[in-house]
């Protein structure tokens, strides 16, 4: 009876720590899905100088893998792809309102865990850069 308590809770735990998450391009990957692992900013600022700041921020602190652009609705989202530290990010920039932006900052670690604490230091320098 121990052992079918023990192997039914291995079972759960396995299960409840496997799994894919959806990234900022609209890709599923595998990792773990219920990690905390994007921080959403908004701006009053135009979606180009926006998304230049974050461009600049992904290339000082590590490399900028993939541009791309999609539409969904009525709004054109721009996704920057890079590595930090060994770190998968997205940035996905796009416009809220005529005057306001939104910024969310997608990391995860290379094990599939997310990394908020790395997503809030990115998004922390993009406001910064647009002092």
């Not at 900028?64 to 969904?72: D, G, I, M, Q, Y």
């Not at 005057?99 to 320098?125: C, N, P």
């Amino acid at each position: 009876m121990k052992k079918l308590v023990v192997a039914t809770a291995l079972v759960v735990t396995v299960l409840a720590g496997a799994g894919c998450y959806k990234t900022k391009e609209g890709r599923y990957r595998a990792g773990m899905p219920f990690s905390k692992d994007t921080i959403e900013s908004r701006y009053e600022r135009p979606v180009d100088q926006v998304y230049q700041a974050a461009k600049a921020t992904l290339e000082f602190n590590g490399a900028l893998n993939s541009e791309s652009s999609s539409a969904t609705g009525d709004t054109a989202a721009r996704t920057l792809t890079g590595k930090v530290n060994k770190r998968t990010l997205w940035i996905q920039v796009d416009e809220v309102e005529p005057r306001v932006t939104r910024v969310q900052v997608q990391a995860r670690k290379s094990a599939g865990r997310g990394d908020v604490d790395l997503a809030s230091e990115i998004d922390k320098q993009i406001a910064l850069r647009l002092r």
